[in-house]
T-cell receptor
Framework: NAGVTQTPKFQVLKTGQSMTLQCAQDMNHEYMSWYRQDPGMGLRLIHYSVGAGITDQGEVPNGYNVSRSTTEDFPLRLLSAAPSQTSVYFC?????????????FGPGTRLTVT | QQQVKQSPQSLIVQKGGISIINCAYENTAFDYFPWYQQFPGKGPALLIAIRPDVSEKKEGRFTISFNKSAKQFSLHIMDSQPGDSATYFCAASIGTGNQFYFGTGTSLTVIP
């Protein structure tokens, strides 16, 4: 199993550009989520999904969109990048929405918006 | 507003010593408290977790102590090793929800 994979590892965007961060898992996990990690802030939940076709907002959803058309994939879209979105983004998954603690994190995408 | 408050921000411990990281919360609906370990350039990984019906959970050198009345929980790393040098995050979640709230992290350095 590859676990949770994220692409790209690094990305530089200009203000106003859009892009999609890719996340995939091969563990047949129901629950997937996106976090951003900023110095001194810990990890903050952006969006999450409890199954294909179901998504919901987390703590900091503004400026981001998600969709979940398959169990495996959960892409995060930045519609119009802003410098405040400079961060490290982590995707995570877990087997069941009730098995909350067993979240498996991907390696992260480091995004810089200039 | 930070739902889970974590301290200290950084910690330096001698090899063989005890590392202690503390977290506090306000929301009494939280019912699951995991700790994650993160090495540089990697994603966080679950280390150990506890539910509020027990006061302590031990796994190897790692122990969570939980004080429900004080709304505090802490991670103790016994016999700390240089390989334990990492950032540690506490977190909390609510039984009926799907959201995790993380602390701000503690950077632990274990000196040989």
């Amino acid at each position: 199993n590859a676990g949770v994979t994220q692409t790209p590892k690094f990305q530089v965007l200009k203000t106003g550009q859009s892009m999609t961060l890719q996340c995939a898992q091969d563990m047949n996990h129901e629950y997937m989520s996106w976090y951003r990690q900023d110095p001194g802030m810990g990890l903050r939940l952006i969006h999450y999904s409890v199954g294909a076709g179901i998504t919901d907002q987390g703590e900091v959803p503004n400026g981001y969109n998600v969709s979940r058309s398959t169990t495996e994939d959960f892409p995060l879209r930045l519609l119009s990048a802003a410098p405040s979105q400079t961060s490290v983004y982590f995707c995570a998954s877990s087997y069941s929405r009730t098995n909350k603690g067993e979240q498996y994190f991907g390696p992260g995408t480091r995004l810089t918006v200039t | 507003q930070q739902q889970v408050k974590q301290s200290p921000q950084s910690l330096i411990v001698q090899k063989g010593g005890i590392s202690i990281i503390n977290c506090a919360y306000e929301n009494t609906a939280f019912d699951y408290f995991p700790w994650y370990q993160q090495f540089p350039g990697k994603g966080p990984a679950l280390l150990i977790a506890i539910r509020p019906d027990v006061s302590e959970k031990k796994e190897g050198r790692f122990t969570i102590s939980f004080n429900k009345s004080a709304k505090q929980f802490s991670l103790h790393i016994m016999d700390s090793q240089p390989g334990d040098s990492a950032t540690y995050f506490c977190a909390a979640s609510i039984g009926t929800g799907n959201q995790f709230y993380f602390g701000t992290g503690t950077s632990l350095t274990v000196i040989p």
